[in-house]
């Protein structure tokens, strides 16, 4: 706390881990010896930089640019980069420090990163992104590499961001090189990386309620909020699985349809229109909109999954959820559970799974695309979509075994953060103090 004084999301994120880690400092005092605890909470390398860039009305404007390098014991540097006004230094940290469990969990070789800019896509033209994206990667490009740092999308960086700087890195380097992931699949982009996180979720619920509660999801009734690309796809994952979907939401509210959403209809309205969920109710018979998103957890369900933001579940929206008796929540979206309301779920026996290992799909088909361009050979649809399965299923079994091992039985949370920190601590171990 000395050292971070003005990085609270830092703090929060370490303190929470640090917490669920402590069975493990207890019973391993040779990681304690070896300062893997003092050393995982520091990032091997912070860069920040300055990107300045020339507006379509001829003014010079200058953002600042980062790139935490967390940790690379498991593997090279492995997180996305994120566009948003908020983006600082505490913000790129508590990513990074995070990703670098997540990233472990999926059982795949790859280390922890985070960046991003303070840079607002919001309103920029086509150009005015472009050359954005090419100032950022003209100080980026000599930090990374295949080998050794592949940064992704996150908010703000979608295919156009990610073909920009894949573009100017290309032509600086002069080597096509799978530095990047989420590129578009005439480049080296993955089949079935746009369905990764949404398909992975549902995944991981499967396993999940068989294996805690002995139930099949075919025909329980779920509630997803959001109708970006981890909602759709999980909307879609839950119909393939015989789930009926009767709610979903963006930012100012929600739809209702007792018959089970129609998908088409969505994905016309928010991947083609990219307009509101309030058009769904204008176009399908019975079904309701109503003003505001928080309200989309009184609705009765047996699967709950927050897929939109942060923060977006609290504690009302769990007690309304608990009173008609929801059975598991998983997360697909990034922290959408406030800490009250997780452990409000956790102690009425509602399953519980953190986004860390439920939402790691699409980070897992990011290194499956790292191992195509390796191969310079690509997958189909099917053989990406069964490979993340089992990294799925492997997720769920290391969180829940890790629980068990530790004295938690049926936490998740605190197993998925034990079972990504061990893999982390032991590679740290093995590999020396050398930095
Ligand atoms: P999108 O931008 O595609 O979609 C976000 C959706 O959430 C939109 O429908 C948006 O509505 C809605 N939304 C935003 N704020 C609220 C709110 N307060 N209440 C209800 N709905 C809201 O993002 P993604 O689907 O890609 O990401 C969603 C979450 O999942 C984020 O937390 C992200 O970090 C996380 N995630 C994404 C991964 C991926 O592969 N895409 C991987 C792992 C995690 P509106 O259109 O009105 O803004």
Known sequence: EKRDPNEPEFLQAVGEVLQSLAPV???????????????????????????????????????????????????????????????????????????????????????????????????????????????????????????????????????????????????????????????????????????????????????????????????????????????????????????????????????????????????????????RIKAYAERVPGAVYTEGCKGIWTIPCDVALPCATQNELDLAGAEALVAHGVMAVCEGANMPTTPDAAEFFQKNGVLFAPGKASNAGGVSVSGLEMSQNSMRYSWTFEEVDRKLEEIMKGIFHAAYTAAEEYGCSGDLIAGANIAGFLKVAESMKAQGIAY
């Not at 908020?86 to 469990?101: D, H, R």
């Not at 294996?211 to 970006?228: Q, R, Y």
Request: with cysteine; proline share 3%.
């Open 25 to 275: 400092a207890d019973r391993r005092p040779d990681l304690i010896d070896w300062g893997v605890f003092e050393r995982i909470v520091e990032p091997e390398r912070m860069i920040t930089f300055r990107v300045s860039w020339v507006d379509d009305q001829g003014k010079v404007q200058v953002n600042r640019g980062y790139r935490v390098q967390y940790n690379s014991a498991i593997g090279p540097y492995k997180g996305g980069l994120r566009l948003h006004p908020s983006v600082n230094a505490s913000i790129i940290k508590f990513l990074g420090f995070e990703q670098t469990f997540k990233n472990s969990l999926t059982g795949l070789p790859m280390g922890g990163a985070k960046g991003g800019s303070d840079f607002d896509p919001k309103g920029k033209s086509d150009m005015e992104i472009m050359r954005f994206c090419q100032s950022f990667m003209t100080e980026l490009y000599r930090h990374i590499g295949e080998d050794t740092d592949v940064p992704a999308g996150d908010i703000g960086v979608g295919a156009r961001e990610i073909g920009y700087l894949f573009g100017q890195y290309k032509r600086i380097r002069n080597t096509f090189t799978g530095v990047l992931t989420g590129k578009g699949l005439t480049y080296g982009g993955s089949l079935a990386r746009t369905e990764a996180t949404g398909y992975g979720l549902l995944y991981f619920l499967r396993e999940m309620l068989q294996k805690m509660k002995h139930e099949p999801v075919a025909g329980k009734t779920a509630v997803i909020s959001g109708s970006g690309n981890v909602a759709i796809y999980a909307c879609e994952k839950s119909q393939q699985l015989g789930m009926k979907v009767v709610a979903m939401s963006d930012s100012a509210g929600y739809v209702y349809d007792e018959k089970g959403i129609d998908l088409a209809v969505v994905k016309q309205i928010k991947e083609v229109e990219r307009g």
